[in-house]
C-alpha cells in the first residue's frame, strides 16, 4: 500500500514538473507579446507587477524550479522589449538596472514563499487524511472487538457447551438428547462459520483484494441456491416466474448467491411476512444500458427513510437488537460485493407496505471490462 502511494506521488511530482516546464517556456512569451501591444498604457513598473503575478502562480501551480527558470527567461525578454535601449540586451539606465535586479530577487523571494506554503498546504491536507483514516480504521477495529467479544463468543460457547454435555460421562444422555446436542452444535458452528466469512470478505472488500470474475450469469439459476444458503427460509421465501424472458446478468455466480442470500437473510430474521422474490430484466434509469434487476420483497414493518443509508455500514443493526441478530454486516457485504461487480443495491418502498430490496447489474450483453482475479 506504501509502495503504491510512493509511486503515486511520485508520478504527480513529474507530471507537476513537466507542466511547470512548459509554464516556464510559454507564459512569459506569450505575457510579452500581450505586454507589447500595451507599451503606451503601461509603464516599466505596471509590467514588472504583471509578470510577477504571473510567477506567484507558476510558482504556486508548478513549483520553485519552474518559477526559477520562469524569472530568468522572464528577465531576459524585459531587457530585451521593454528597457532601453530595446530589442538589445544592454542597459543604460542604473534605475533600469536596479528594477530588473529587483524583479529577480522579489520574484524568486515570493516564488520560495508561496512553494513552501503550498507544501505546507500539502502536508496539512494529506495528515488531515491520514487522520481521517487512522479514525476510520480505530473505528472499525473497535467495532471488530465489540464483535469477537459478543457476537462470536455466543455462538463458539453454545457449541463447546454442547460438545461437553456429549462428552462427560456423567450424563446418562438418551439418542434424542444426543442428537439434540449435535444440532445445537451444528448450528452453532454453522453461525460461527458464517460469522467469520462476513468479517473476512468484509476485509478483502475494504482492503480491495476481492477480485470478482464477471461473466454472464442466469439470475434465475442463482436464486434457488440462495434461498436454500438461509436456513429459516423454507416456506417463506416464493419465487415469481420472470415475466418475460430475462437475459444473463454481468455478474460473478458465487459473489451474487453470497449477495441475494444475504439480502433474503435479513428479511427473513427482520420480517414475519412471506417474502417474494423476483427476476426482470429493465434498462437503467440512468444510462438507459440494459440490466438485470433482482427484487426481495417484504410486507413487513419497512426501513424508516431516515436509517436506509444507515444500515449499509458495517456492525450497524438497526434497532440494536440482541447478538442474535449477528454483526450487522449483512446489508453492508451486500452491497460492497454488488458495486465490486458493477451493480447496485438500494431500498424501495414495497406497494401496501414493507420493504424491496432490489439489486440491479448490468446484462451480461454490456459492453463493460471484465475483471479477472482470484477471490
Not at 423454507?234 to 444475504?262: F, K
Amino acid at each position: 500500500m506504501c509502495g503504491a502511494r510512493n509511486m503515486l506521488l511520485t508520478m504527480r511530482d513529474l507530471g507537476r514538473r513537466r507542466r511547470g516546464v512548459a509554464a516556464a517556456a510559454v507564459v512569459p512569451p506569450v505575457l510579452t507579446v500581450v505586454l507589447s501591444g500595451l507599451t503606451e498604457r503601461l509603464n516599466l513598473s505596471s509590467q514588472v507587477l504583471v509578470y510577477l503575478v504571473a510567477l506567484v502562480a507558476i510558482a504556486r501551480l508548478c513549483g520553485m524550479v519552474a518559477a526559477l527558470v520562469a524569472a530568468i527567461w522572464t528577465s531576459l525578454l524585459m531587457d530585451y522589449y521593454f528597457i532601453s535601449p530595446v530589442h538589445t540586451f544592454r542597459i543604460s539606465g542604473a534605475d533600469d538596472v536596479i528594477a530588473l535586479v529587483a524583479f529577480v530577487i522579489v520574484a524568486i523571494t515570493v516564488a520560495s514563499v508561496v512553494e513552501y506554503s503550498g507544501k505546507l498546504s500539502r502536508r496539512a491536507t494529506q495528515a488531515a487524511a491520514e487522520a481521517a483514516q487512522l479514525e476510520a480504521a480505530d473505528r472499525m477495529r473497535t467495532a471488530l472487538l465489540t464483535a469477537v467479544s459478543h457476537d462470536l463468543r455466543a455462538p463458539l460457547a453454545a457449541a463447546r457447551a454442547s460438545v461437553d454435555t456429549l462428552r462427560d460421562p456423567a450424563f446418562d444422555l438418551s439418542d434424542a438428547d444426543r442428537t439434540e446436542l449435535l444440532g445445537a452444535a451444528h448450528d452453532s458452528l454453522g453461525r460461527l462459520t458464517r460469522l467469520v466469512e462476513d468479517l473476512l470478505d468484509m476485509s478483502r472488500l475494504q482492503s480491495g483484494a476481492l477480485k470478482p470474475h464477471l461473466e454472464p450469469v442466469a439470475a434465475e439459476d442463482v436464486l434457488p441456491r440462495a434461498v436454500d444458503d438461509v436456513p429459516a427460509s423454507p416456506g417463506r421465501v416464493t419465487l415469481r416466474p420472470p415475466a418475460a424472458e430475462v437475459p444473463p446478468a454481468r455478474a460473478d455466480g458465487a459473489l451474487l448467491e453470497r449477495v441475494l442470500a444475504n439480502l433474503i437473510g435479513n428479511a427473513v430474521k427482520h420480517t414475519t411476512s412471506p417474502i417474494e422474490i423476483s427476476v426482470a430484466g429493465t434498462a437503467s434509469p440512468v444510462t438507459g444500458a440494459p440490466i438485470v434487476e433482482v427484487r426481495v420483497i417484504d410486507h413487513g414493518p419497512g426501513i424508516p427513510p431516515s436509517d436506509r443509508e444507515r444500515v449499509f455500514r458495517p456492525f450497524q443493526r438497526l434497532g440494536d437488537r440482541d447478538n442474535a441478530a449477528g454483526l450487522g454486516l449483512g446489508l453492508a457485504l451486500a452491497r460492497g460485493l454488488t458495486e465490486a461487480m458493477g451493480g447496485t443495491v438500494h431500498p424501495e418502498d414495497t406497494p401496501g407496505g414493507g420493504l424491496t430490496m432490489v439489486v440491479a447489474l448490468p446484462a451480461g450483453s454490456a459492453t463493460t471490462p471484465e475483471e479477472d482475479g482470484t477471490r
